[in-house]
């Protein structure tokens, strides 16, 4: 059956005349005709029927920026720390989970030399939270990118964020995993940057090459710009800063983004 597509632009207030409508001049028998109107405004397609404007990649980040900012919000912008200790094993361990900051530091400085020297400008506190995250992106990304990523399944992503889920929740599955459990229960950090660098995990499994800059700009916030979103609660903003909450952390978005821009654009010049 052919179908019809119809572009309308026009202003919101005059949408409603666009409710329906009819084929003029053509037998009606077998002809389906619907519309489908946004009437916020803009235009998309839909098959069969008026089309309207879906969001683009940047729309449905800002969203995730929104929620990362008010959860800071509500949280203060200097609270003071609240120490709850994260259960190993079922009993509170503050010398295992020491431990696990300290295996997460080192695994930043064999692999992050001058990163991690960065993170020694940070107070104790956070330099460990700041280790715990890496850790936790670098070996998401080694499920796709290490040694044994042509074993990978997208059974097995899913696994590593229902395991994400649990530490999220104070039930860690090892070490490192307690070490960013603690994290997350001292620190206004929201779990879905942490799926959403997951789902780009799961792109690099069945996506290599990307139609336009809105799908890249979505990858690269899944595989980078996620980062900055997860970091900037821990290293925290100023109190006496007059940037609005969105945006500093929009700007870590950015940078996020646009360090993964520069790692594709390298890439291209060595491949």
């Not at 919101?12 to 405004?41: D, H, I, M, Q």
């Not at 729309?59 to 912008?77: D, I, M, P, S, W």
């Not at 889920?165 to 599955?173: I, K, N, S, T």
């Amino acid at each position: 059956m052919s179908g019809v597509l119809l572009w309308v632009v026009c202003p919101k207030e005059n949408a409603s005349s666009f409710l329906s409508f009819k084929a003029n001049n053509e037998p009606t028998r077998g002809l389906n005709c619907y519309c489908r109107l946004n009437v916020t405004g803009g235009v998309s397609a839909s098959p069969g029927g008026v089309a309207y404007q879906s969001r683009t990649s940047e729309e449905k980040v800002y969203e995730v920026v929104l929620k990362q900012a008010a959860l800071v919000k509500e949280q203060g912008r200097d609270r003071a720390l609240h120490l709850k200790p994260v259960e190993i094993d079922g009993l509170t361990n503050w010398v295992l989970l020491q431990e696990a900051y300290d295996r997460c530091g080192a695994v930043c400085e064999e692999y992050a030399k001058t990163f991690h020297l960065g993170t020694l400008l940070m107070t104790p506190e956070r330099r460990r939270a700041v280790w715990a995250i890496y850790v936790w992106c670098r070996r998401t990304d080694e499920l796709v990118d290490g040694p044994n990523s042509s074993h990978i399944t997208p059974k097995a992503l899913d696994r590593w964020e229902k395991r994400l889920a649990d530490l999220f929740e104070g039930r860690p599955y090892d070490l490192y995993d307690a070490a960013l459990s603690d994290t997350v229960s001292k620190y206004p950090v929201d779990i879905q940057p942490f799926k959403d660098m997951i789902e780009g995990m799961r792109l690099d499994l069945i996506k290599s090459r990307y139609k336009n800059f809105d799908e890249l700009y979505l990858y690269c916030y899944y595989v980078a710009g996620t980062v900055g979103l997860m970091s900037v609660p821990v290293m925290g903003i100023a109190p006496d800063s007059k940037a609005s909450t969105e945006s500093v952390y929009n700007a870590a978005l950015a940078l996020g983004i646009a360090n993964q821009l520069t790692n594709i654009l390298r890439d291209v010049g060595e491949e």
